[in-house]
């Protein structure tokens, strides 16, 4: 998990409907006092210490002091593995 300058609330992972893929969905806030056109995080997923999914989380307009509210299409994550899944990292990649 992201803490220090962008925590992270209620972050779930589930499948939508009968769809195959996993989506990550939460909350992140910028405790910063930077705004931010787009910020691109990276959110990475473990089983164990093991990585079985990684991709990229865009986040736009994102102001000094506020919280948003994100959710990720983990494409290529199917929803049986979401029980595997035993810690998760977000960190922050860039942003302008």
Do not use: C
Not at 10 to 33: D, H, L, M, P
Request: hydrophobic share 35%.
């Amino acid at each position: 998990m992201l803490q220090g300058s962008f925590p992270l609330y209620n972050v779930t992972f589930k499948r939508k409907g009968e769809g195959k893929w996993v989506f990550a969905q939460g909350e992140i806030e910028n405790n910063t006092n930077k705004d931010y056109s787009t910020a691109l995080f990276r959110i990475s997923v473990f089983d164990k210490n093991m990585l079985i999914w990684t991709g990229p989380m865009k986040i736009n307009g994102f102001r000094k002091r506020q919280t948003k509210s994100f959710e990720i299409l983990m494409e290529g994550f199917d929803h049986y593995a979401i029980a595997g899944i035993s810690r998760y990292d977000i960190y922050f990649e860039s942003g302008y």
